[in-house]
């Protein structure tokens, strides 16, 4: 292999750890408290998420949530979210279509920023 080759697969090779993780999927009910890391980005709501009362959902600074199409978060327990000036939380559509909402219920609370 010759000098050019051995540049070329070494910058190939590096590419590959920058290149993101799977997108981690979340659905259905969240009965004990949950944290997820943005080094699991992106985290994309596939069905309807609820964080049942006495359950905490954790955002991480830096987490990206995607939903796919009217797909929402019900808080009825508690969700922590808050950033930083450098790492935002971000909350999107998976994809050209719309997404539901993030909704608090009953004596559901959240520290979002």
Known sequence: MGPVNRLVFALF????????ASALDHSGALSSSETWLAADNPHVVTGNVTVQ?????????????????????NI?????????????ISFA?????SWGSVSFYGTGSGSLA
């Open 93 to 97: 559509a998976s994809s050209a279509s």
């Open 13 to 20: 090779a590096l590419s590959l750890a920058f290149i993101p």
């Open 76 to 88: 009825y327990g508690e969700l922590d979210a808050v950033g930083t000036a450098l790492q935002g």
């Open 53 to 73: 009362a006495g359950a905490t959902l954790t955002l991480e600074p830096g987490v990206e949530v995607l939903f796919d199409n009217n797909r929402t978060l």
